[in-house]
Each structure stands twice: as C-alpha cells, then as structure tokens.
C-alpha cells in the first residue's frame, strides 16, 4: 500500500511539473515576451518534438513507428483528422493564451468536459450521476462568470478560445471513437501530428505573413527568447509522452482528470505569482468554483465505436429470442390413445430436459455460445444419458404382445409421425 501510494505521488508530481514549466514556458514567451506569431511558434515546437521522438526511436527508448508502407496507407491516413484537429487546436490554443490570463485559460479548458460528458450520454443513451451532472452545470455557470467578471476582457482571446474548446473537445471525441478501430498507436498518432503540423504551418507562416512580421520582433537576438522556444518545445513533447504512459500503462481516464485538475489549481496558483495580472475578488471565487468543479467531475470513457451500441442491442434482442426458442424446444409434450383390450384411455406425457430448469434459474448463459455449451455439457450428465436412453426406446418400433397387427402398425405410425425432424 505504501509503494503504491508513493508511485502515485511521484507520477502526479512529475506530471504537475512538466504541466507547469511547459504552461509557464508558452505563457512567458506569448506574453512578455509578445511573441504573437502562431504559425512560426507552433512549427518550431513540432518540429523539436518530433526530433526528441526520432530521439527516442534511435535510442530505443520509443518503439519504431510507421515504418511499414501498408501502415501509413491504411491506418496513418485514417487519422487525418485527428491531424487537422491537433493544428487546429494548438493554433487556438496560442493565440488565446497570448491574450487571456493562465488562470482563465486552464479554466475555461474545463468546457471541454462538458462537451465530452453531453456526448457521451448522446451516444450510449445513458444518464450520468446526478452529482457530475450538478457539477457539470456548475462548471458551465462558473465559466460564464468568469468571463464576465474579467478586468482584462479580451473579445479576440474569448474568441479563440472558444475554437480551441470545440477542437479539443472534438478531436478527445474523435480519438476515443476511433481507438477500438483505428489500429494505430499513441506515439504514432502524436508523431503524425508533429509531421502534419510541420508540413502545414511552414508555408503558412509565409502566407499569412508571420514570417515576415517576425523579422522585426525586438527580442529576436535575445538569448531569452531562444531558450525559452527550446523549452517550450522540449518541455511539450515529455509532457505529450507522459501523459500518454499514464493514461496507457497507470491510471484511468478518471484518475487523470483528477490529477489533471489538481496540475490545474497548482499552475493558476503559482502563477499569481509570476505574471502581471489583475484579479478581482468575484473573479477569483469563479476561477475557483469552476477549477474545483472540474476537479470532482468525472470524465466517462465514450465507446470505441457507435457500432459498439447497435451489436450490443442486437446481441440482447438475440439473447432474448435464444432464451425462448432454448425454452420451447426443451418442453416436448408426447400425446395419443391407447386402445388396448382393456379399452380406450388418452394419455399425455411432457418431457422437460435438465437444461430448461437450469436456463430458467438465472441468467448466467448471457451469450448464445454459452447456452450452446451448457446444452452439450448437459448430455453427459448421467441424467440426460438416462433420457437420452429413454428417447431410444419410446421411439423404436415394437410389436406389443395383446395388440392386433392393425393397432400395432397404427402405434408405430403414431411414434414415427411424432418423431422430431
């Protein structure tokens, strides 16, 4: 218990840090730095990470990626727009931060929970928990109070961020939607996005004039600029692969949301701390409500497929049939007359196999090929040995000693006809 509590610790410390140096990083060098050109920003940072993840292929601390052609064809290309997605959302995400408080831009990130939660419940048609619904509500009410209680107000940084919500949340959306049929690994899609972004952004920079403008930015022969776009990108590839050994080999999705939020609360904090802002007492309460909100809401995971729902009601409405049908056919009822010396009498005799009464006790038998086989076990039972044996000798024909060769011909026919095809 020990060991597990301190590899926990340790897992959401490192995670904290890597999460504050590499806010800090793009914050410093958005902000006070003012380097306010996106394109050129978040190609350089692209393109180191995907330099520390040949690195890591070289070195053997990653394993290889897309190096077979039938990969890139058939699964790399499925992911084109989980590409688009990333660019979009790491474009967004820049230019908001450039102009929005950290505080403000961690907390408004927790909509994307909410977008993540309503779809959710759209696709698997279930209700959530009445407490992350409340908490859900609360974290959209907090999100507009703190926009509205904001002493720097800035209508383009509240613009992008809001692009940057929808695309985060869309591509989690796409990402979990596709991991049950898209056979493509985490890294890979993280390098494919690093390649994707590189080949977009470098001709863009020059279309949208970035490039240009760049030239005469006053920081540009300044070391501080350059070691701050070095960590900047150095710090955002670990913080990429680390969060992908956590949520794959560690935690569950609800785990990290929690360390997530705690990342969160730690960053906005220190960074009061770091940054010239001006905080308003009604502006704090709602960055607290919303990032304490966020902290308690759960993050479900969505299926991996919408497929995934159609086959699971298809297979209960199977089950259910299957169940009827196994009932039916295990209930036989065997009748006739008897018209013997003594008289005429009808009988009727039902036959019910074992494996009725065991269907019938409890529903242990969810998938057809569990009733299929139950039923075989079951006729190695010495009980259904027993009807087994029984079935030969009712069925076979028989001259019965009293009865005319008429009546015994007509009893043979009886058992013949009644014989199951």
């Known amino acids: 218990m020990m060991d597990f509590l301190k590899n926990t610790v340790t897992r959401c410390f490192i995670f904290c840090s890597l999460f504050l140096v590499t806010n800090f990083v793009n914050k410093y060098v958005l902000s006070v730095l003012e380097f306010k050109y996106p394109t050129i920003f978040q190609g350089w940072q692209t393109f180191v990470g995907f330099m ?7 070195t053997k601390h990653l394993p290889s990626m897309l190096t077979d052609k039938e990969t890139i064809r058939q699964r790399a290309v499925m992911w084109i727009p989980g590409m688009m997605l990333f660019v979009s959302v790491i474009y967004s ?10 505080p403000v831009f961690l907390s408004l990130q927790n909509l994307v929970t909410v977008i993540n939660c309503t779809t959710q419940m759209a696709i698997s048609r279930k209700l959530m928990s009445l407490f992350s619904y409340l ?3 609360l974290v959209i009410i907090s999100s507009l109070g703190t926009v509205n209680s904001d002493p720097q107000f800035s209508a ?8 940057h919500i929808i695309c985060t949340g869309v591509l989690q959306i796409y990402t979990k939607l596709t991991k049950g049929r898209l056979k ?8 494919c996005n690093y390649i994707y972004s590189m080949i977009l952004l470098a001709p863009c920079s020059y279309l949208i004039g970035d490039a240009l403008d760049a030239i005469k930015f006053p920081y540009l022969y300044f070391s501080k600029f350059y070691i701050g776009c070095i960590f900047s990108g150095v710090f955002g590839v670990l913080l990429n692969l680390y969060t992908i050994r956590l949520q794959e080999a560690y935690l569950e999705s609800i785990e ?3 360390i997530q939020g705690f990342a969160k609360m730690v960053s906005s904090l220190v960074s009061l701390q770091f940054f010239d802002m001006t905080v308003t007492h009604s502006h704090a309460v709602w960055i607290a409500v919303n990032q304490l909100a966020g902290f308690v809401c ?19 409405n199977k089950n259910s049939s299957y169940d009827t049908e196994i009932m039916s056919s295990n209930r036989k009822t065997f009748s006739g007359e008897d018209t013997s010396s003594s008289g005429m009498a009808s009988y009727t005799m039902e036959y019910t196999s074992p494996a009725n009464h065991m269907s019938s006790n409890k529903a242990d038998y969810s998938l057809p090929a569990n009733h299929i086989s139950s039923h075989k076990e079951e006729y190695s039972s010495p009980a259904n040995s027993m009807a087994s044996s029984f079935h030969e000798q009712f069925y076979q024909p028989r001259t019965i000693p009293g009865l005319g060769s008429k009546h015994n011909v007509l009893y043979n026919d009886f058992l013949r006809d009644d014989q199951p095809k």
């Open 93 to 102: 995400g820049s230019k908001a931060l450039a102009s929005l408080t950290l």
């Open 156 to 163: 383009e940084g509240y613009f992008w961020m809001c692009v």
């Open 52 to 58: 520390v993840l040949r690195m890591g292929v070289v």
């Open 298 to 316: 759960e993050d479900p995971m969505l299926p991996s497929s919408t497929s995934s729902i159609i086959e699971t009601e298809i297979l209960t």
């Open 256 to 258: 990290f949301v929690r």
């Open 135 to 137: 908490m859900l509500m």
């Open 184 to 191: 493509i690994s985490s890294h890979e899609k993280l390098y």
